[in-house]
């Protein structure tokens, strides 16, 4: 009996391999085997639902930390902040809605909000922004990204974020074909809504 203990334990010990922690702030280049941690909680300040409101245009986003994502194009693990949205314009028309796709356990970059990279990573973590990529699931040729800003609370000033638009428009297939994303690439502040 205990020479097939010894054997398990062996076992495992072979099938399992250690892990490398790197900080999600020191991530340079792909490192192959590694976990890039979200090792000072950078991302659980974005996590929520978020929203703008003006009139009747709505723009509200939904993010999710995702904890240890594989990939397996560069062969390590990540933290993530993915998440989804929906915009109504100024007439109360619903033009997109993705929300309902956080209910399925979409691989991170199938999310129409996704991404792990950290800004100003020399300032404190409440001063940090993070850059994720943003997709309108009908126009995905049009490569855009968003740097996301978090306020906390002070007083009767609720928490919130801060969005802008960047990036460029990648080959659009033909003439016809939209330049643009269906949620009007402005800036936005959302309040905490949950």
């Not at 941690?37 to 003006?54: C, E, I, L, P």
């Not at 994502?69 to 109504?88: A, Q």
């Not at 000033?157 to 074909?177: A, H, R, Y």
């Amino acid at each position: 009996m205990k020479i097939m203990f010894i054997y398990f334990i062996m076992a495992m010990c072979i099938g399992c391999k250690a892990r490398t922690i790197i900080p999600i702030l020191d991530e340079v280049g792909i490192k192959n085997g590694v976990y890039y941690k979200d090792t000072y909680n950078d991302f659980d300040k974005f996590v929520g639902t978020w929203k703008f409101q003006s009139g009747n245009t709505v723009f509200e986003i939904k993010l999710i930390k995702k904890i240890m994502f594989y990939s397996s194009s560069s062969n390590n693990y990540s933290d993530m902040l993915v998440g989804e949205y929906r915009y109504v314009n100024s007439a109360g028309i619903e033009i997109i809605n993705t929300l309902a796709n956080l209910n399925f356990n979409l691989q991170p970059y199938k999310n129409n909000i996704a991404g792990k990279y950290i800004r100003d990573e020399n300032k404190p973590v409440a001063e940090r922004r993070v850059q994720l990529y943003f997709t309108d699931p009908e126009r995905n040729y049009l490569n855009r990204e968003i740097i996301v800003k978090h306020h906390a609370s002070q007083g009767n000033i609720p928490e919130t974020i801060e969005i802008e638009f960047t990036g460029e428009t990648s080959v659009v297939p033909d003439d016809n074909s939209p330049t643009e994303l269906r949620v009007p690439e402005q800036n936005y502040i959302l309040t905490k809504v949950e």
